[in-house]
């Protein structure tokens, strides 16, 4: 098989392993050419590892595979398990502290879906919590996650080991890109504490999901996670903050993890879909939730929900599969290698006008922090 062909029955195997019904993947993984080593190095750039290892031990594969192999099985799994047991320790103890600030929030996406939309957490691994609060409760809601010894992450702007004075300018860049564009602060756990970081938000997926704070908050329910009750969305909302969320990030952020919750949920909350298309309706997201799900049909080539007929009536997405696939090696590359392919995923989106300003602010940003770290004596990463 050539070089082309390997990478074409890779990313087949991966698309079949990724859909919410596994008996695809399960026959067609005993006799597939394929570099496993390459798939598992794929599925863990697009976050999506801990699905692939699930549905590997589910068909029996890893004494197939062979040793090295079938230990990445196993520790993708463990891993998984981990998080969720770890995650269980951050809600207990989130739902305590912001009780007793008096702080209203809920709880989105990874712990969310891990427990009701995959139905095992060793098939959704996440790293953080997320977090929504509303706006005025910020500084609360912050004062509690410092109370819990939690700090402010600064990752998206600075990596490694950071002086007092890099840190302070860290901080400070941080929090003004993730105002303007993100508006969601990461925070950091305690070391050593069994706990997850915590991602605070007070919009989710802002200049794609037009609803507006009050709105929103309507449409939070209870959900009981191994023992604590947990506030979330309902269905439908939830259903239209993964649209929004799948599409919003710029490419080099992308990953088809995104796809993949989306697609997954769609069918946990099938009977919820009539819901979803009315609560479309009145957020104005009918058009976009029709585009996204015409992108989950060619990424997983299955036929999901049609949006009340907007599918037949909106250009199928033209996002070529090979930008998606590769959206993981963007990041590394040159500002110029990376505006092109940027600008032909932000189109088809019909999202230019919230990923390019992003793309070049975290740019600017990550650029500002190097010429601080030179200015305040060390070396700037390369």
Not at 270 to 296: D, G, I, K
Request: hydrophobic share 50%; aromatic share 8%; charged share 25%.
């Amino acid at each position: 098989m050539t070089a082309g062909g390997a990478d074409a029955a890779t990313r087949a195997l991966l698309r079949l392993a990724l859909r919410p019904d596994g008996a695809a993947f399960a026959a067609a993984a005993g006799s597939a050419a394929v570099d496993w080593p390459a798939l598992f190095d794929l599925a863990q750039a697009h976050k999506v590892e801990a699905l692939l290892a699930a549905r590997a031990a589910a068909a029996g594969l890893p004494a197939r595979l062979g040793e090295d192999l079938g230990e990445r099985i196993a520790a993708a799994q463990r891993t998984a398990v981990a998080r969720g047991e770890m995650a269980a320790r951050t809600l207990a103890m989130l739902a305590t502290a912001f009780g007793e600030a008096a702080v209203p929030y809920f709880v989105i996406k990874g712990s969310v879906l891990a427990h009701e939309v995959y139905g095992a957490p060793e098939r959704r691994r996440f790293s953080d919590i997320d977090v929504v609060v509303r706006a005025a409760d910020v500084p609360r809601a912050e004062a509690a996650l410092e109370r819990l010894g939690y700090r402010l992450g600064v990752w998206l702007i600075a990596r490694g080991e950071l002086s007092a004075a890099e840190r302070a300018v860290a901080e400070r860049l941080t929090r003004r890109f993730a105002d303007r564009h993100l508006a969601a602060h990461d925070w950091a756990a305690p070391p050593r504490r069994g706990l997850l970081g915590v991602d605070l938000h007070w919009r989710i997926a802002p200049d794609r999901l037009p609803a507006d704070e009050n709105a929103l908050w309507e449409h939070v329910r209870a959900l009981s996670l191994d023992g604590t009750t947990v506030p979330t969305l309902s269905p439908p909302a939830a259903l239209l903050h993964l649209a929004a969320h799948a599409t919003r990030h710029y490419l080099a952020n992308f990953r088809l993890l995104h796809l993949c919750d989306l697609a997954w949920a769609a069918q946990r909350y099938a009977s919820e879909w009539p819901a979803t298309v009315a609560l479309a309706e009145r957020w104005r997201m009918r058009s976009h939730l029709a585009r996204v799900f015409a992108l989950v049909e060619a990424v997983f080539d299955t036929a999901p929900p049609d949006v009340a007929g907007a599918r037949e009536r909106t250009t199928r997405a033209t996002v070529d599969l090979d930008l998606l696939f590769g959206a993981p090696r963007y990041a590394q590359g040159t500002l110029r290698a990376r505006l092109g392919p940027e600008l032909r995923w932000a189109w088809a989106m019909r999202s230019l006008h919230v990923n390019i300003p992003t793309f070049f602010a975290i740019t600017a940003a990550r650029a500002r922090m190097r010429r601080a770290r030179a200015g305040i004596g060390q070396p700037a990463p390369r």
